[in-house]
């Protein structure tokens, strides 16, 4: 392991392994010991690195490659997992309807697995990791408050789903977040930041992107990009984990999604699934060609701050907006005038903290 531990006050690095044990992050430097408590670790991943700080650490700063930081989580969620055998039926049972793809990750590799793991996922498991997931990014990101813009984006959602054979009870809404973007989370919901709904101008293009993020759910590319990205250690330690662990694990797991990637095959086919679930509705699928566009004139620009997280997510914008322009097909608009209104309007500006 080529952990490197930084105290804050010299400048020489300490060569350094780690473990998680009992909630902690351990590790010696320098004949100390730290325990760093998971629930106020920070993870942030830089390339091929991550980087960990933690509140209880003052200055101290802890890098490793991201390979290593997978094997120390995946060591740790092994060990949950044998714990897990021995508890409840019902998470038993769930371990066991994925067991036999585990087997597949150790002789496969997890991003050859990741397909199958996700299409054997069970919907119960993705939910309840859906679930997790949602409150710790809701610590983060609070819901919008204009119920009117928030009704038109669920009955949207509703309307694609009744085209789709999900299990998944889709739920669209608007969320305030510091930088533009979409996203599926495991089970169903899919959030709108503000900064998106702000960058989109017309029904057309928001449409379109909630039709993509649709599509991801109905492919369970969103489940397919967890086991690729987090490892089963994680997935298996957030939903195991149970009483004590669960909501660190939950910590870990937001702060390993911010690198939550979609493989471009995924992209490339939600593209063309989200276009063709808008024409099946009789809408128009001419939003996403335009959007792309602007998403990729936005990286010549070296993308505003909140919009960097949008360019950087879609990589491929000029080629996808060629393809996504060679289907397009016109519609009916998605969003009447006063629903695209509602909508606009359904993050209003922050009120001054009382
Ligand atoms: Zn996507």
Known sequence: ????????????????????????????????????????????VLGDRVRLSCDAGADGRLTLSRADWRAVLGRHGRRVEARGRRREGRVVLSLAAVGLTMAAIVFVGLPAASGPLARHTPPDLERQIGDSFDAQLGLGMKTCSGGEGQAALARFGHQLQARTGTPFDIRVRAVRAPFANAMALPGGRILVTDKLIAFTRTPDELSAVIAHEVAHVERRHVMQAMWRSLGAGLLLDLVVGGGSGAGQQAVLLAGSASDLRYSRRAEAEADARGMELLQAEGLSSQGMAPFFRRVAAGDGEKAASPLRELVSSHPDSLRRAQVSAAHARPGAAAFDTQAWASIRAACPPARAPH
């Open 1 to 44: 392991m080529d952990g490197a531990f930084f105290d804050g006050r010299t400048s020489r690095p300490h060569q350094v392994d780690v473990a998680i044990s009992e909630g902690a992050l351990l590790f010696e430097a320098g004949g100390t010991r730290h325990a760093w408590p998971l629930e106020g670790l920070r993870v942030e």
